[in-house]
């Protein structure tokens, strides 16, 4: 992944474009929709008519004020709006209304985990702005333009160069998405366009005593995470390459370049010299009245910040002893999360309940193609099969089977156990009965457990397996495991 | 004090502009633009001192909309204008090397 000199230190920053999950557009009230057909979510506001005039949408504000917040960014008492030259048709008014020098929100920071160490990434800035239609290439000679999406609400959020690697890029990335899903700012679907990333990417390498810097190089519209990950790599490299090639391709004295990913070919292609594209002659918006934010408007959004999901995680492990991974799994999902915690709150022993949420509930969701929220299933109900599993009333076998019939039948689990007769047997003699049947039934088994040293330990799980199977899944695997080694040990 | 607006500084501002402009047009937008400028700069006459600066000419701030959606125009007048269209699309000359807002 990295070049092959260690010492190379790659600097890396983010833009990153959100689309807010509002029901209207930034600034007009025509509804952000992502399949209507072509042209059927426009009115002269974002077609650019002629002395239509644009509004904010108060949502769309308080999104950006509630994510800049979660960022730990200072939110602008004092903000307004801005207008940046575009010269595209997916953006009719031949400007992009945006936020130039007084920004909703700066100087914030971002800290995730990247490989269990605690990355902090300073964020420089976050604004409001538009979305630009859609452009579309596929007939020759012409260019179609479908401009539903033109005014939906972009948040722009830009990061310090503080990222060293493709993979911290990626994790940030990851995160960035586990963040506004869980605020409810953006559905953050890649595959509709919802997040798009640009990296700024140079290195920094060690030469002669000093330290020397390649060209700035900006890799425009990643929009998956892969992507991100593949072409930070890929041009961390080719710029090491550049440079032992070219000892002038040295910051300064080589262009800063704009740079597109090919998926297909993974390689960064070059496009311009990136000073052509940056005289954007920003000019304050008549149209547009400055926001003021009130006390009691910066309140009343703080009041709707959630517990956010890298301390949920972190939560989860301390508190209730999850693994890293299952505390990842569980508060993937800001409703899966409560959910989890409704079960605990419910009564539900913790361990217990985070193997059953991970192994079972969600497993039996994903397998449906649903969320876990969406089973039908009380926390209380949760709780109850796992507290029934502690016990040793069922056993995890018979759990399994039980929360599937859960799904179906609204009765208490410990009612459904019995009528399935999934209790477990706690009965010595009767569990012994069936160890001697097993073992009457397997001599080979019973040989290779006793005689076999390569084959004993599979042998002895075959033996436990029979038993289980002997029981009807009603044994106690404890009970099961103790009475056959007694019998293997000549007991 | 008069503004002197070059020939190099009108060729950049038109090519921002994506106007092609001739050699003559260079000059005479030169001299006039100078001169606009130059009317201009009598602002900087005024004392400004202590004068917070501001990004609107009206004294409003805080003018939202809720998040109501409203029935968009229908396709057929969203595109009655258009020069070319193409089905339901905007039909344009082909776009060269666009680089996303």
Redesign the interface.
């Known amino acids: 992944m990295m070049p092959s000199t260690p010492t190379v230190r790659p600097i890396i920053g983010l833009e990153i474009h959100v689309q807010l999950q509002t029901r209207t557009k930034m600034f007009c009230g025509c509804p952000v929709r992502y399949d209507a057909p072509p042209n059927s979510c426009v009115c002269a506001v974002c077609l650019g008519h002629p002395g239509a005039l644009p509004v904010i949408n108060r949502r769309a504000l308080e999104y950006a004020v509630l994510t800049g917040m979660a960022l730990n960014c200072t939110i602008a008492r004092h903000t307004k709006w801005d207008r940046k030259s575009y010269y595209y048709p997916d953006l009719p008014k031949n400007y992009q209304i945006s936020q130039y020098d007084m920004p909703l929100a700066e100087h914030g920071s971002f800290e995730f985990d990247v490989d269990g160490t605690t990355k902090r990434v300073r964020i420089k800035r976050a604004h409001l702005e538009e979305d630009a239609g859609k452009n579309i290439h596929d007939t020759p000679g012409c260019t179609l333009v479908d401009l539903n999406r033109a005014g939906t609400p972009l948040l722009e959020i830009v990061t310090e160069p503080d990222i060293n690697s493709a993979e911290e890029a990626y994790v940030f990335c990851v995160e960035l998405q586990r963040l506004v899903t869980c605020l409810g700012v953006s559905e953050g679907i890649m595959q509709k366009g919802q997040m798009r990333f640009e990296p700024n990417v140079n290195l920094a390498i060690p030469a002669d005593g000093s330290e020397c810097r390649t060209p700035i190089a900006e890799i425009k519209n990643l929009n998956s995470f892969r992507s991100v990950r593949n072409a930070i790599a890929y041009e961390t490299q080719r710029q090491l390459a550049a440079w032992q090639e070219d000892p002038e391709y040295v910051h300064g004295r080589r262009p800063n370049e704009n740079r597109g990913w090919n998926d297909d070919r993974g390689v960064t292609e070059y496009q311009r010299p990136k000073e052509a594209a940056h005289d954007y002659r920003y000019f304050p918006d008549p149209d547009l009245v400055p926001v003021e934010l009130t006390d009691a408007m910066l309140e009343a959004t703080r009041a709707l910040m959630p517990e956010l999901p890298v301390a949920r995680r972190r939560r989860l492990v301390q508190q209730f002893r999850l693994s890293p991974k299952d505390a990842e799994t569980i508060a993937e999902h800001r409703p899966t999360a409560e959910l989890f915690e409704c079960v605990l709150a419910a009564g539900g022993p913790p361990e217990t309940v985070g193997k059953q949420f991970v192994n079972v509930w969600l497993k039996l969701a994903n397998d449906r193609g649903a969320a876990v929220t969406d089973l039908g299933v009380s926390a209380e109900r949760m709780a109850e099969l796992a507290q029934i599993t502690t016990e040793g009333i069922v056993n995890k076998t018979a759990a399994n089977q039980l929360a599937e019939t859960m799904l179906t039948r609204p009765a208490p689990p410990r009612q459904i156990a019995e009528e399935l007769g999934l209790i477990q047997v706690q009965d010595q003699a009767a569990t012994a009965r069936w160890v001697e049947q097993a073992f009457a039934e397997n001599a080979q088994a019973v040989r290779d457990a006793m005689e076999n040293p390569k084959k004993a330990k599979a042998a002895a799980g075959f033996l436990r397996g029979q038993v289980m199977k002997l029981s009807g899944g009603k044994a106690d695997p404890k009970l099961v495991g103790d009475l056959i080694e007694k019998r293997l040990a000549g007991g | 004090m008069a503004a002197n607006l070059d020939a190099a500084a009108v060729r ?1 501002v038109a090519h ?1 502009a ?1 106007l092609n402009i001739s050699d003559a047009e260079v000059a005479l937008y030169a001299e006039q633009l100078s001169r606009v400028l130059g009317y201009m700069e009598q602002l900087g006459e005024l004392a400004t001192d202590g004068i917070a600066p501001t ?4 004294p ?11 029935e ?4 057929q007048r ?2 009655q204008n258009a020069p ?1 269209r ?10 060269l ?5």
Do not use: E
């Open positions: 950049h921002l994506r990004a609107h000419p009206l409003v701030v805080n003018v939202f909309r809720d998040d109501v959606p409203v968009p125009w229908d396709p969203a595109l070319q193409q089905g339901a699309f905007f039909r344009v000359p082909k776009v090397d666009q680089d996303s807002a």
